[in-house]
């Protein structure tokens, strides 16, 4: 859905691992590493948007993960000029996104890229909790940002072993 400012509408996750890692996954064919991410849809809420999200690109499931907290409010970020498609009605000029911490309660081998007909991913790593803000596309680099510090109290890493904080309940579930 894209809103009447030409956002679409949104949700980012980040998922965690027990140490503190976060996944970082490889978009097919191409040397860009994200979050895994991915648009509401009408009637969806942003929770079963990002439960729908997270087993279509990464093939994980509600019993797979936990939710940990997630943004307040909208992270909005505005797409370059090359990649606005101008000859699509309603144009999007960017994306409003929620995102969503997880913790990973299953095991490495249930993240799965490839039970999509059209896969997003193609590799996948844990990496340190602040990696992405220098490898992420420049355009998305503000709304990591935002993203990865409002969320980072509720990961708080203790001898090894990260510990979930209470955090509020998400809005736009």
């Known amino acids: 859905m894209i809103d009447s400012n ?42 079963i948007a990002m439960f ?19 943004t307040q409010r909208w992270l ?15 144009v999007c000029i960017g994306q409003k996104q929620i995102w969503f911490m997880l913790r990973l309660l299953g095991d490495d081998s249930d993240v799965r890229l490839d039970l999509n007909d059209r896969p997003e991913f193609d590799q996948w790593q844990w990496v340190n909790y602040w990696y992405p803000l220098q490898q992420v596309v420049a355009f998305k680099r503000a709304v990591y940002k935002q993203a990865l510090t ?14 979930i904080i209470k955090s509020p309940p998400c809005r736009g579930s």
């Open 6 to 47: 030409g956002f679409r509408e949104n949700v980012g996750i980040i998922l965690s691992n027990l140490k503190g890692h976060v996944l970082w996954a490889r978009r097919i064919g191409m040397e860009a590493w994200q979050f895994p991410q991915g648009g509401i849809r009408q009637n969806e809420t942003s929770e």
């Open 52 to 70: 729908r999200e997270l087993y279509e690109e990464i093939g994980l499931k509600p019993p797979h993960v936990r939710v940990i907290g997630c």
């Open 76 to 90: 909005r970020y505005r797409l370059p000029r090359h990649c606005i498609r101008y000859d699509k009605k309603p």
């Open 150 to 163: 409002e969320l980072a109290p509720l990961l708080v890493s203790a001898n090894s072993r990260a510990r």
